[in-house]
């Protein structure tokens, strides 16, 4: 039987054919328009190789046009690689050589990988001259739908395999969790969870709105002229419309956001609750497990309302996901114990893209081994520590990154902190704090070391940061975390650019350029 994921949208774009299903500025496809543009372009992929369980890797900005090159290699069982060129994006020869493709379609010039090369634009123009006639749905339900590669923040990036059988379940959750009436506007990768995101609006007949590159002022006039709107938001964006003179008071049309990809300070979260008077849920995951755990609407008024621990909760565990605390061992820990969150559902990636190593590391009995570090309530809601990687050690202590960065969020004059670790020949590691000042703040030595002072006060003195790093932006990966890889490069390109001293217990942080001059990035 053809994959059910797949002929539920095309069932869903012929029973809405004639109402609105893609935007992007002026430029606004039908269901039925869009649901043509699919079957051409499966012709055109199909007369350029691309089959069932073919490899085809799609390299583009963050176009509406990508959308519907994903439809068509689903229809044709294609096992799909995206990638939207971003500021941040790194190790493309890398994935383009590891996806194994027989086609590549790109807007931008790629590395060379053997494979057969076309132009996006001129796909598009090739596709309407072809028949729009169905085609037969050739994907099944353990099919490869998509190899889609972690942002590599700690590594060089890995293949995440997905069937269309696991994308199903997760449309089913979104759809069920939180409707389609809104327009979806969409301000995230495509390549990530904003391409999904906008097949599951779709699927269900709702509209979604490509809006690219985000920008407060632009982001609140869509939502305006489309209200009412939901949107998907990591953290760093929410941030900016709290932070511009033009959405810190609301945003008209927007009644629900979604938000997630990494760590929010539950601080600037609660003054959004208070001021943009909308829905917030979030969604906790990750490429391999999907959804994991949710924060409710209802957990946010909670939290508002006499349970302020909630705003720091990544939610809990979605219906027909399982959910576990376990130590290095693998021995479940009750509740308020921290160990390594271990999850298992329906929706779970079937394995790394070639890699039989890493998925030794991460399966156990049925169960991926997310890598992060958490703990639950008597509530049974999550609260994460921490990546385990993301883990410093500091002359024997182990210093996990997420307390530090909210410790130090905590200043009034910083609007981001993020801390990585380098090496040290004192103390093995060192923490290294990335500060981003609020705007019309001039970063200093003295609001610095204020800053630190709060990690020691809510913390100890070995979480201290060494050095401090004033910034006028956090980099990010393509997954919108920050990219903690460049960080530490960074750090260790910096440091050498002057001698180290050991940070001694009551040592003041070495600065990397208080001002904007030799600190920036």
């Known amino acids: 039987m053809p994959a059910a994921y797949v002929t539920d949208l095309v069932d869903a774009f012929r029973r809405h054919g004639d109402r609105p299903a893609i935007g992007c500025g002026t430029r606004v496809l039908t269901f039925g328009h869009a649901l043509d543009e699919v079957w051409r372009l499966a012709r055109a992929l199909r007369e350029l190789g691309v089959a069932r369980t073919t490899g085809l890797a799609c390299v583009t900005g963050n176009r509406p046009e990508t959308l519907l090159v994903r439809l068509a290699a689903h229809v044709l069982g294609a096992r799909l690689t995206q990638v939207v060129i971003e500021p941040a994006t790194h190790d493309l020869a890398h994935v383009l050589a590891d996806c194994r493709p027989a086609l590549v379609v790109a807007d931008t010039p790629v590395p060379g990988t053997g494979a057969r090369r076309v132009g996006l634009d001129d796909l598009m123009r090739t596709a309407r001259d072809l028949p729009a006639d169905p085609v037969p749905v050739a994907a099944r339900e353990e099919d490869i739908a998509r190899v889609t590669y972690t942002s590599g923040t700690t590594g060089p990036p890995k293949g995440v395999v997905s069937t269309f059988a696991a994308l199903r379940v997760r449309a089913g959750w979104t759809r ?22 906008c097949l599951e609006h779709l699927l269900g007949g709702g509209r979604a709105e490509i809006l690219d590159p985000f920008d407060p002022p632009a982001f609140a006039a869509v939502c305006a002229r489309l209200a009412p709107a939901t949107t998907y938001l990591l953290p760093p964006m929410l941030y900016r419309l709290q932070d511009h003179p033009a959405t810190a008071g609301g945003v008209p049309g927007l009644v629900s956001v979604s938000y997630g990809g990494s ?15 909308t829905e917030f849920r979030q969604g906790y995951g990750t490429n391999e497990s999907a959804v994991i755990c949710r924060l409710t609407p209802a957990d946010h ?14 939610g809990r565990p979605v219906p027909g996901v399982r959910v576990s605390v376990r130590d ?63 883990m410093i050690i500091v002359g024997g202590d182990n210093i996990y990154c997420g307390p530090v960065e909210d410790a130090l969020a905590r200043h009034p004059a910083v609007a981001q902190a993020v801390v990585v670790g380098r090496e040290s020949a004192v103390t093995g590691e060192e923490i290294h704090a990335f500060l981003r000042p609020v705007a019309g703040q001039e970063p200093s030595d003295r609001v610095a070391d204020e800053a630190c002072r709060l990690v020691v006060d809510a913390l100890a003195e070995a979480h201290r940061p060494a050095v401090v790093h004033w910034v006028d932006h956090i980099p990010v990966a393509a997954s919108g975390k920050p990219d903690k890889r460049r960080l530490r490069a960074m750090a260790e390109a910096r440091s050498q650019s002057r001698a180290d001293r050991a940070p001694g217990p009551a040592a003041p942080p070495r600065t990397g350029g208080a001002g904007r001059g030799s600190g920036h990035i």
């Open 176 to 197: 069920r969790h939180e409707g389609v009436e809104p327009v979806f506007v969409s301000v995230t990768s495509l390549a990530q969870r904003a391409g999904g995101r």
């Open 263 to 277: 760590r929010i300070v539950p601080a600037r979260l609660r003054e959004a609750l208070r001021v943009y008077g």
């Open 301 to 314: 008024a909670d939290a508002l309302g006499g349970k302020p621990r909630l705003l720091a909760s990544a």
């Open 328 to 390: 290095e061992d693998g021995r479940e820990l009750p509740p308020g114990r921290s160990g390594e969150v271990w999850t298992r559902s329906p929706a779970m990636m079937a394995g790394y893209w070639h890699r039989p190593d890493l998925d030794a590391r991460v399966w156990r009995d049925g169960w991926l081994r997310t890598g992060d570090v958490g703990r639950r309530d008597e509530d049974g809601y999550l609260y994460l520590v921490d990546r385990i990687k993301d």
